[in-house]
C-alpha cells in the first residue's frame, strides 16, 4: 500500500486515473497530482485523506446566508432532461418542512405534458401550481406567479422552466426574459438561480454552467443523479473557475432525496 | 484542438524527415489528451493510444517518405475501425417490429419513441405505428407520450396501473388483433445500478420478441457511459444505440467508448427537441469533434 520507489509512478497513475473518472477537469487533475508528489504523500490512505482535505477546500461555500424578507424566489434553469421539475418538487417539500408558504410556476409551455408533470407534484405535495396556456408565453406565466404569490403572501416560489441546450440562442434569450420580469417585481437579492447540473455527464457540465451564468447569473447549483455510480466532479471546475456553489444535492426519484450540499459530505461519497 | 496540435506535431516531423520515438510520444500524448477532454473514457483512450502507439512505432511510420501523414492516417483508420462498421438502420422487413427503449432518467427515450414512430413512418412508409407507455412511475409519463402519438400520428397504448411488464405483455397480445408495423415500448427511466429496476426490463425482453433494443444515451455522458453501456447490454442484450442532444455542444466521446466496450452499434442521433430531428448516425462527424 506504500509508494515505494519504483512503484511509485504506478500509484500517482493510478490516483490520476481515478480523478479523472470522477469526471474531474483534467487541469485540476494535473494541479492535484502535482500536490500530491510535492506533499511527498506516500500511501493510498494518506493520498485519500489529502484529496478529501484539497476538494473539500475547493468546494466549501464560504458565502454568508441572506435574510430573505418577503417573497423568495428560486428560478431552476438547465438541459433537457437534467432534473429541474423533479428538483422544483423537492425544493417544495424541502420548504414545506420549514413551514414556508410555498408555490411553484409551471413555466415550461413548451414541452408534452410538462404542466401535467409538475401539477401531480403540486397536487402531492398540496402546493399550488401556476400555469399558463400550451406554448404560451413562458414569461407571462412567471409574471402571473409572481403576482399570485404576493398576493397570497407565499413565502418561497419555485419558478420551473423548459429544458434548453445553451447552444441555441432564442431559447437562452427566453429565460434571461424570464429573469427580467422577475427582477421588475422582487429585489435581486430575494432571487436565486439555479442551474440543474446532471452527475451523469461529462465535461459539458462546466460548459453549461458558464453559458448559462454568462447569460443570466446563477447564484448556484443543484447536482442531481448523485445516486447514480457518477461522481459529478465537473462541479469542482464550476466552484474555482466560476465561483459557483453548489447549494442542493439529489439522490434519488423521491421527495426526500435532497439534501443541502455539504462540501465534506460530498468529498466522503467521492473518494469511499 | 487536437488537429491543431497534430498538426503541430505532425509538422515538426517533417521539418526533420525523419520520425523519432519522442516525436510519437509527443503526438500520443496530444491524443490522449483531447479525447478524454473530449469525455472518451479512460481505459478506451489507453486501448486506441496503444493501438496507434503500435502501428505508429512500426515499419511504416518510422521509415516511411512522408511519416507525418502516415500517422495521422493511422489515427483516423484506428478511430474508424473503433467507431464500427457501416450503419445499417432498423430492419423492416418482418410484418410487425417490435422495439424496445430502455436507459438512464431523462435521457430521451419518450421523445426518441416518437422520434423513432415518425421516422420510419416517412422513410420506410409503413403507417401503423404503435406507442406503448410502459414507464408506471413518472409524473404524467404516460400523458407525454399520449400526447406526442397525438402529434405524429401514431396510436398509443397503456393501462392505469403501476405493472409495466403486464402493459406490454398486453400490448403485444394486442397484436394478435390488430395489426401494426411498428410498436414503441417506452420504458421509465432508471439507473444501472438499481439492480430492481434492471431486472424490470430483464422480464419485460423475456416475456416479448423485441426486434430491437436501444439503449437511449445522452451524448454528453461522463466517464460512466462504459458502465451503463455494459450493464444494460448485459441486462437486456442492446442491438443498437441512439444519440440524443446531439445539437448541443458536448464532443460526444461517451458514444465512442459505449460503442468499443460493448460493440453495440450506433444506429441513430437525436439533434432537436422536436419529433422531426433525428437522423441515422453518422460516424464521420463523431470522429472530427472527439479528435477536436
Ligand atoms: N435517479 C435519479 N433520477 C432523477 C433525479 N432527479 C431527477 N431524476 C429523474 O430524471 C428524469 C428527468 O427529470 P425531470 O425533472 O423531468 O427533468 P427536467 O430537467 O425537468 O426535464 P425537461 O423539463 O424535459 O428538460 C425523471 O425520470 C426524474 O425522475 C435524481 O436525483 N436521481
Ligand atoms: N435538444 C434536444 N433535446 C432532446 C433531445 N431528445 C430529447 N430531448 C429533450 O430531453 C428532455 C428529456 O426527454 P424525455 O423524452 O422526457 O426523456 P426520458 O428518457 O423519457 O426521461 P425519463 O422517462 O424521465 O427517463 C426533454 O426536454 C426532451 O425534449 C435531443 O435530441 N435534443
Ligand atoms: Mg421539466
Ligand atoms: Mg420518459
Partial sequence: DLFTGKDAAACIEDIEQSLIEADIDLAIVDETVELIKKNRIKSYEEARVFLKKVFAEKLSDSSVKREIKGLYIIVLVGINGAGKTTAASKLASYYLGRNKKVMMAAADTFRAAATEQLETWGNRLGVAVIKGQENGDPAAVVYDAVAQAKKSQTDVLIVDTAGRLHTKSNLMQEIVKIKKVILKEVEEESVDTFIIIDANIGKNGYVQAKEFNEAMNLTGVILTKFDSSAKGGSIIHIKSDLGLPVKFITFGESTGDIEEFSAQHFVDEMFD | ?292
Fill in chain 2, 1 to 292: 484542438t487536437i488537429s491543431k496540435k497534430l498538426d503541430s506535431v505532425i509538422r515538426k516531423i517533417r521539418g526533420t524527415g525523419i520520425i523519432s520515438e519522442a516525436n510519437i510520444e509527443e503526438a500520443l500524448k496530444a491524443i490522449r489528451m483531447s479525447m478524454l477532454e473530449a469525455d472518451v473514457n479512460y481505459k478506451v483512450v489507453k486501448d486506441f493510444v496503444a493501438a496507434v502507439k503500435e502501428k505508429a512505432l512500426g515499419e511504416s511510420v518510422l521509415n516511411a517518405v512522408s511519416p507525418g501523414q502516415q500517422f495521422t492516417k493511422i489515427v483516423h483508420d484506428e478511430l474508424a475501425s473503433f467507431l464500427g462498421e457501416k450503419n445499417t438502420g432498423i430492419d423492416t422487413s418482418r410484418t410487425t417490429t417490435l422495439i424496445m427503449l430502455v436507459g438512464l432518467q431523462g435521457s430521451g427515450k419518450t421523445t426518441t419513441a416518437a422520434k423513432l414512430g415518425l421516422y420510419l413512418k416517412n422513410e420506410k412508409k409503413l403507417p401503423r405505428i404503435l406507442l406503448v407507455g410502459a414507464d408506471t412511475y413518472r409524473p404524467a409519463a404516460k400523458e407525454q407520450l399520449k400526447k406526442l402519438a397525438g402529434m405524429i400520428g401514431a396510436d398509443f397504448y397503456t393501462e392505469e396501473h403501476n405493472d409495466a411488464v403486464k402493459i406490454c405483455k398486453n400490448a403485444y397480445s394486442l397484436l394478435e388483433t390488430k395489426l401494426y408495423d411498428i410498436v414503441v415500448f417506452d420504458t421509465a427511466g432508471r439507473l444501472h445500478i438499481d439492480e430492481e429496476m434492471i431486472k424490470e426490463i430483464e422480464v419485460i425482453k423475456k416475456a416479448i420478441p423485441m426486434n430491437e433494443v436501444f439503449l437511449v444515451a445522452d451524448s454528453m455522458l461522463g466517464q460512466e457511459s462504459v458502465n451503463v453501456a455494459k450493464t444494460f447490454n448485459e441486462a437486456v442484450g442492446l442491438t443498437g444505440i441512439v444519440l440524443t442532444k446531439i445539437d448541443g455542444d458536448a464532443r460526444g466521446g461517451a458514444a465512442l467508448s459505449m460503442k468499443y466496450v460493448t460493440g453495440v452499434p450506433i444506429k441513430f442521433m437525436g439533434t432537436g427537441e422536436k419529433a422531426d430531428r433525428f437522423e441515422l448516425f453518422h460516424p464521420d462527424r463523431l470522429a472530427s469533434s472527439i479528435l477536436g
